[in-house]
C-alpha cells in the first residue's frame, strides 16, 4: 500500500471513529427530550455514559495488544481517539453524578464518596485517567520524555480495572458485563506483556 493511500485509510478511520463516539451521545440526549430513558433518567445517563466510557478505554488499550499480535499499524494511531474519548465520557459520567444526581451539594458528595465504595472507585479511575488526557498530545511527548510518558500511560490498566470495579459496585446484581470487561482487560494486559517480552528478547538477540 502507497504512502497515499495509507493516509487515506487512517483519515477513513478516524473519521469512522469520531462519528462513533458521537452516537451514544446523540442517543441520549434524544432520549431525554423524549423522555425515553426511563423511569429514572438520571441513573440511565449515568449507567451509559460510565458503559461508554468504559468501552472506549477498553478499546484504546486493545490498540497495542492487537499490533503486537497482528501487525496491524493502523491501529496505534486510534489510541488517542479512543482515550480521549473515554475520558469524555468519564467527564460526563461525573458531570451527571454532581451535578443532575447531586446538585452541586459537596456535602453530600464527599460523604458518599467516603461511605460507598463504588464512588471511592470511580473518583481513583477518573483521577488516573485525567493526566493521561492532558498528556495525550505530542508537547506532553516532548516534556516528560519517552520513558516517562509510557510509564504514566500504562496506568491505563489500572484506570480501567478501577472503573469496572465502579461499574460492579454501581449496578450491585448485574454482574456479567462488568466481569467480561475486568476479564478482557485482564487478557490483554497479559497478551501486551507476553508479546513486549518476546520482541525485547527477539531484539537482543539481532
Known amino acids: 500500500m502507497s504512502e497515499k493511500h495509507q493516509i487515506h485509510l487512517r483519515a477513513l478511520l478516524r473519521s469512522a471513529v469520531h462519528f462513533m463516539a458521537w452516537l451514544p451521545l446523540l442517543w441520549m ?13 438520571i441513573r440511565a445517563i449515568m449507567l451509559r455514559t460510565g458503559k461508554t466510557a468504559l468501552i472506549f478505554l477498553w478499546l484504546s488499550l486493545s490498540c497495542t495488544p492487537l499490533f503486537l499480535l497482528f501487525g496491524w499499524v493502523w491501529v496505534r494511531p486510534l489510541r488517542r481517539e479512543f482515550g480521549l474519548y473515554s475520558f469524555f465520557y468519564a467527564s460526563l459520567h461525573v458531570l451527571n453524578f454532581l451535578w443532575l444526581d447531586y446538585g452541586w451539594d459537596t456535602t453530600i458528595i464527599f460523604e458518599d464518596l467516603f461511605q460507598k465504595p463504588y464512588a471511592l472507585f470511580g473518583a481513583a479511575s477518573f483521577f488516573i485517567l485525567l493526566p493521561m488526557a492532558i498528556t495525550s498530545w505530542k508537547w506532553a511527548f516532548s516534556a516528560l520524555g519517552s520513558f516517562r510518558w509510557k510509564r504514566l500511560h500504562q496506568f491505563g490498566y489500572l484506570a480501567a480495572i ?8 454501581l ?11 475486568i476479564a478482557m482487560l485482564i487478557l490483554l494486559f497479559v497478551v501486551r506483556f507476553f508479546l513486549q517480552k518476546r520482541n525485547e528478547r527477539g531484539a537482543h538477540h539481532v
Open 162 to 169: 478501577l472503573a469496572a470495579v465502579h461499574y460492579i459496585l
Open 171 to 181: 449496578v450491585k446484581q448485574a454482574y456479567v458485563q462488568p466481569v467480561l470487561f
Open 29 to 41: 440526549i434524544l432520549g431525554w427530550v423524549q423522555n425515553d430513558l426511563g423511569a429514572d433518567p
